[in-house]
């Protein structure tokens, strides 16, 4: 059978597509750390966790008798918050506790600022075990 040639257009007009505006959604900007901070989290790698309890009276009293150091905190809360995460990522990797997290964003800092810590030490846990093995053969 052959088609037979359209005598009448066909009923409906055609619609030109109707193009609305959408809102691109903005990329998230990259999580940074200023000089200063990122220098915190360097200091910290010195530090062990015993630098974030609060001395006792004994020990305070031996530190007092022998001349032991304490690293002091902060006088900024906000860099202390940094220095305590800082110290437990250093010294234990992803085991960090929740309530330090926690102090960390209610110091204005994000999460995104807390995995971009932990990829850091991270790589630099990795270089020091490379540079360990090459010295080691």
């Known amino acids: 059978i052959a088609a037979l040639p359209a005598t009448r257009p066909f009923p409906f007009p055609a619609a030109s597509p109707t193009l609305v505006p959408v809102e ?38 031996l530190e007092g008798l022998f001349g032991l150091a304490r690293p002091n905190r902060l006088a900024d809360p906000r860099l202390e918050a940094l220095r305590r995460v ?37 790589k630099s846990h990795q270089k020091a075990r490379r540079r360990r093995r090459s010295m080691a053969r």
Do not use: C, M
Not at 89 to 109: L, T
């Open 24 to 61: 691109q959604p903005r990329a998230a900007a990259e999580p940074r750390l200023s000089a200063l901070e990122w220098s915190i989290v360097a200091l910290a790698e010195r530090d062990n966790l015993a630098s974030l309890r609060e001395p006792g009276r004994i020990a305070a009293a």
């Open 86 to 122: 800082a110290v437990h990522v250093w010294r234990n990797r992803w085991k960090v506790p929740a309530d330090e997290i926690a102090a960390f964003k209610d110091a204005g800092f994000t999460l995104d600022q807390y995995e971009l810590i932990q990829l850091s030490i991270a």
